[in-house]
């Protein structure tokens, strides 16, 4: 059971370029989300999903875009990075009704823009 | 809007004493989740445990305990006789229980070292 899988684990990038970070998940959740990890400000929420088809911002959606045509798949997508992005990007999915509301992460994107 | 404060940002301790993590929370919501999670030096997010606004009992796990104290707004969280392999940044977290979304408001979370 591979849970909450992303890809790269690593990337750099720079000023301008694009790239996609991939999400995948093998537990049928309905619920998947973007999170960046920045020092001393936590876990921010950027994108969420709460089925096919239906996404919403969170909180710092900004330069990000998604898409969710599977249930199962969720890529963050930077049109044109900026070194603000440089950042820790953790998907997380979940199931809606949930009586614990854990959210199960992937281990983590390093994204670094020059 | 949401917010989740963890005061501390660094705390040391050597191995075997107790440390206390504080977390206090604003929501304007009468029903929400609160959380914590670990994060070790391997970079992952664990789960520690799931609090409902409706039981304030206090919870023990093995050496993890957590005080939930909604008239302060208070959620924290002590490790008794710790161990080197707390070493960790811990993350407080809140969520609505009846959006959509299970969306997580994090602290900034609270780095723990203990020395041998």
């Known amino acids: 059971n591979a849970g909450v899988t992303q890809t790269p684990k690593f990337q750099v990038l720079k000023t301008g370029q694009s790239m996609t970070l991939q999400c995948a998940q093998d537990?049928?959740?309905?619920?998947m989300s973007w999170y960046r990890q920045d020092p001393g400000m936590g876990l921010r929420l950027i994108h969420y999903?709460?089925?096919?088809?239906?996404?919403d911002q969170g909180e710092v959606p900004n330069g990000y875009n998604v898409s969710r045509s599977t249930t199962e798949d969720f890529p963050l997508r930077l049109l044109s990075a900026a070194p603000s992005q440089t950042s820790v990007y953790f998907c997380a999915s979940s199931r809606p009704g949930d009586n614990t509301g854990e959210l199960f992460f992937g281990e983590g994107s390093r994204l670094t823009v020059l | 809007a949401q917010k989740v404060t963890q005061a501390q940002t660094e705390i040391s301790v050597v191995e075997k004493e107790d440390v206390t993590l504080d977390c206090v929370y604003e929501t304007r919501d009468t029903t929400y989740y609160l959380f914590w999670y670990k994060q070790p030096p391997s970079g992952e997010l664990v789960f520690l445990i799931r609090?409902?606004?409706?039981?304030?009992q206090n919870e023990i796990s093995g050496r993890y305990s957590w005080n939930f104290q909604k008239s302060t707004s208070s959620f924290n969280f002590t490790i008794t006789a710790s161990q080197v392999v707390d070493s960790a940044v811990y993350f407080c977290a809140l969520s609505e229980a009846l959006a959509a979304g299970n969306k997580l408001t994090f602290g900034g979370g609270t780095r723990v070292l203990v020395k041998p």
């Open positions: 609090r409902n606004s409706f039981d304030e």
């Open positions: 999903s709460v089925g096919a088809g239906i996404t």
């Open positions: 537990m049928n959740h309905e619920y």
